[in-house]
């Protein structure tokens, strides 16, 4: 059993990667079970956030419901386009029901006098839940069943709605008491969960990474690919220094110590419950698939 995460430069409609990303997941899931944990689609997350804090303008609410509606529709083109066999009919449904969705809760939000947190938290998420239904549908096509975990009900975290810390003992109850076939594709959105009244909070932003590490505690998995667009970690900056070196393995003590305002390589929530449950990490690249990257180990 192993998790796999792709962030949002893996799910980028310019050029190839999210067919890569596919390709992927079916690979895996043809030799074992697996998990899959994602982000949503690049610039995503940023474009909903400016949208929220958009609202009193019309005409800006307009141009980013456009935007992210264009994106969209063009990562399912570059799926349908493809020889995964997914209609694009199929995937535009998809897309046209949750934007309807969005489109709805952004009308209401933009007739409130005062936006609460708990409302703002459900915009800024659509991009991961969408990106779900997606992949989840790619997947079936391609004859694998499916389990989608909604982390709304599942993974319990507590603190504000936009950056809350998971309560990993009932996320791992939550898991265990779903019934859910060996083998089954498992797909969550990254970056959610829900507190103790089941509404949806936030990990924080660039979290997704750490979704992968909860769901793979919660699965007992043996290993948690994160997949970006980096070949794995470097001792410094490699697009600031010609000198740094990519590690091919490094301890989690030892990362911890590397770790400066800025990191942007793994979330320090993911690094700190890895190295609790002595969760081994691999960071990939996904332009780059056959590097074996940085391996995270827990003890030394």
């Given at each position: 059993?192993?998790?796999?995460k ?8 310019t050029?190839?990667n999210?067919?890569?990303v596919?390709d992927i997941i079916?690979?895996n899931a ?7 944990v994602l982000s949503a ?5 940023d474009?909903?956030?400016s949208?929220?804090n958009?609202?009193?303008n019309?005409?800006l609410?307009n141009?980013?419901?456009l935007?992210i509606?264009?994106t ?8 349908s386009?493809s ?9 535009y449904?998809?897309?046209s ?6 489109s ?5 939000l933009?007739?409130?006098d005062?936006l609460?947190?708990?409302d703002i938290?459900?915009?800024i ?5 969408l990106i ?5 549908e ?7 069943c499916?389990?989608i975990?909604n ?8 603190g504000s ?8 003992d009932?996320?791992?109850?939550n898991i265990n008491?779903?019934?859910i ?7 969550m959105p990254?970056?959610i969960a829900g507190n103790k ?9 660039n979290?997704s ?6 769901l793979?505690?919660?699965l007992k998995?043996?290993?948690c690919?994160?997949w970006k667009?980096v070949?794995g970690i470097y ?7 010609s ?10 003590n030892?990362?911890?110590s590397?770790?400066?305002p800025?990191f ?5 929530n ?5 190295k609790?449950?002595n ?6 690249n996904i332009n780059n698939?056959n ?10």
């Amino acid at each position: 059993m192993k998790v796999l995460k792709f962030g949002g430069s893996s799910l980028i409609h310019t050029n190839s990667n999210i067919l890569h990303v596919i390709d992927i997941i079916i690979e895996n899931a043809k030799t074992e079970r697996i998990g899959v944990v994602l982000s949503a689609p690049y610039k995503i997350t940023d474009y909903l956030t400016s949208l929220v804090n958009s609202l009193n303008n019309k005409f800006l609410v307009n141009h980013y419901l456009l935007v992210i509606r264009t994106t969209f529709t063009k990562i399912i083109k570059l799926i349908s386009t493809s020889n995964i066999g997914v209609d694009f009919n199929t995937l535009y449904l998809i897309l046209s029901n949750e934007f309807n969705s969005l489109s709805d809760m952004v009308v209401k939000l933009t007739k409130l006098d005062i936006l609460k947190q708990r409302d703002i938290v459900k915009i800024i998420s659509w991009g991961e839940k969408l990106i779900v239904l997606i992949i989840d549908e790619v997947v079936k096509v391609r004859g694998f069943c499916v389990t989608i975990i909604n982390p709304i009900k599942k993974i319990l975290a507590n603190g504000s709605y936009l950056e809350s810390v998971v309560d990993i003992d009932t996320s791992i109850r939550n898991i265990n008491n779903m019934i859910i076939p060996s083998t089954n594709v498992i797909l969550m959105p990254g970056f959610i969960a829900g507190n103790k009244c089941y509404e949806l909070v936030l990990l924080g932003r660039n979290s997704s990474d750490y979704s992968a590490v909860i769901l793979a505690v919660c699965l007992k998995a043996k290993k948690c690919e994160i997949w970006k667009d980096v070949d794995g970690i470097y001792d410094q900056d490699p697009k600031s220094s010609s000198k740094a070196k990519l590690f091919k393995h490094i301890y989690y003590n030892d990362l911890l110590s590397l770790i400066k305002p800025g990191f942007k390589i793994l979330h320090l929530n993911s690094v700190f419950l890895a190295k609790r449950f002595n969760i081994d990490c691999i960071i990939k690249n996904i332009n780059n698939p056959n590097l074996s990257g940085t391996i995270l180990l827990s003890n030394n």
